[in-house]
């Protein structure tokens, strides 16, 4: 017997490259076997005995496993002693192949009796009941789709009311049947591809709930009928790109912008630019940066943002040139001693008095003083006689009434001269101040 089991054990390996699925599409078998026994142990008759009927119901799960209960009933005789033999069990089943021939691992749990028949009523009298523990090995070998023949051998242990551990082999038949259409879709779970969803044949399974001609699965947008080059979806600007990537999906835009229009030009879709019809930058929503007094320059970098100015002086206003013109002809008529900055002479101070005119006119204009010396003395001492010829004239006109907000001093030395230095009258031109406006 066990190098029958062994012989079995191998034939089964053999076959497990033959792979088809068949389980799926019938879940549930039926089985009808001869009962075939054979005692073992000590002081037992060893034979073979050969029952009644053993009856069979499963139902496959996954995997290859199965569930399921069987009962069998059967003679057995062992020297003088004939005892009637019964047995209820649950089991489970792994299929080691899904082909046509299919073989198989058993095992479970169940009860078992050995019964002399003297005084006991019932088919399993609890006094006579044994708990049962099996396992074993058996092959199915299908005829058609629905029909198999099984051979199966188990060995069961019994340690309780005198009962005999012993092998219990199978000889029969098996009818597999049911449904393994889970969505009754009329395509079966083990090549539907959509088991839990009803759909069409010729999508394996799946739905095509749109009617697109695209299965759901690999359908972007399934509620909407669309075209493959879309992957289901539609485009409904016909810009090229799909309402489903579309950011404005009912206007005509452009792919760099995610399917918007950018109708200002400036850059910036119309779906986040705050300002459509104007050009603005991005870092200001797409719209221009205000400019309160209409100068040009944007309050931003406005200093001067309440009063009309120029972009070189930050917004500002400033001295126009012909003023800068006329202020350098009374500049160049202020003369200084040799090697001094006192404003000295009624005609100087004249000057000074009509310069200050001109700013009073102008009061948005700031003006540098420049201060010059002539080649007399070192340049340092040059450098600092300008800067207080300079200052000079500042301090002049401050008491004149002219803001010192809108002054500045700066010297120059013995730089850029009007006249010959050789001589006394070119160094008395060079001894002067300049002006020029002031930006912020």
């Not at 879709?185 to 539907?192: A, C, E, F, P």
């Amino acid at each position: 017997m066990k190098n029958l089991i062994s012989s079995f054990i191998c034939l089964s390996f053999l076959f497990l490259h033959n792979i088809k699925a068949q389980t799926l599409d019938k879940p549930w078998s039926f089985s009808v076997n001869s009962n075939i026994l054979n005692l073992l142990g000590n002081n037992l008759e060893d034979g073979i005995n050969f029952g009644g009927p053993a009856l069979g119901l499963s139902r496959f799960l996954s995997s290859g496993l199965s569930i399921g209960s069987q009962i069998s009933i059967g003679k057995v005789n062992n020297f003088n002693d004939s005892y009637n033999y019964s047995s209820v069990d649950g089991f489970l089943k792994l299929n080691l192949s899904e082909g046509n021939i299919v073989p198989y691992f058993i095992g479970g749990y169940g009860f078992s009796l050995f019964s002399d028949g003297i005084d006991r009523k019932g088919l399993f009298p609890s006094s006579e009941t044994s708990r049962t523990i099996f396992g074993g090995v058996g092959i199915g070998y299908y005829l058609t789709d629905n029909v198999s023949i099984n051979l199966q051998s188990t060995y069961r242990t019994m340690n309780e009311n005198d009962g005999f551990n012993h092998l219990q082999n199978f000889v029969g038949i098996v009818y597999s049947f049911g449904s393994g259409d889970s969505d009754k879709d009329g395509v079966s779970d083990k090549n539907d591809k959509c088991p839990d969803v009803p759909g069409l044949k010729e999508f394996e399974g799946c739905p095509d709930t749109d009617g697109d001609g695209i299965p759901d699965k690999e359908d972007q947008c399934p509620e909407i009928s669309g075209s493959p080059e879309f992957n289901g979806c539609i485009d409904s600007d016909g810009d090229g790109i799909s309402d489903l990537d579309d950011n404005c999906p009912e206007e005509y835009g452009m792919n760099d912008m995610n399917g918007c229009p950018d109708s200002d030009g400036d850059g910036i879709s119309d779906d986040i630019d705050e300002c459509k019809g104007a050009q603005g930058p991005n870092v200001n929503n797409g719209c221009p940066w205000p400019d309160s007094d209409g100068d040009g320059v944007p309050d931003k970098d406005d200093l001067c943002k309440d009063e009309a100015g120029i972009l070189s002086n930050k917004g500002c206003p400033e001295l126009s040139s012909e003023i800068v013109a006329t202020l350098n002809e009374f500049g160049s008529k202020i003369y200084f001693p040799a090697n001094s900055s006192k404003i000295i002479g009624k005609k100087t101070r004249e000057v000074l008095k009509d310069i200050k005119n001109i700013l009073s006119e102008n009061p948005k204009g700031n003006i540098i003083i420049e201060g010059y010396a002539s080649s007399d003395g070192d340049e340092d001492f040059n450098i600092d006689l300008s800067v207080r010829r300079a200052k000079a004239v500042l301090d002049y006109l401050i008491n004149l009434g002219i803001s010192a907000n809108r002054l500045e001093a700066e010297g120059y030395g013995e730089l850029k001269p009007l006249g010959d230095n050789s001589n006394p009258q070119g160094r008395a031109m060079n001894r002067r101040v300049q002006f020029k406006p002031k930006r912020n």
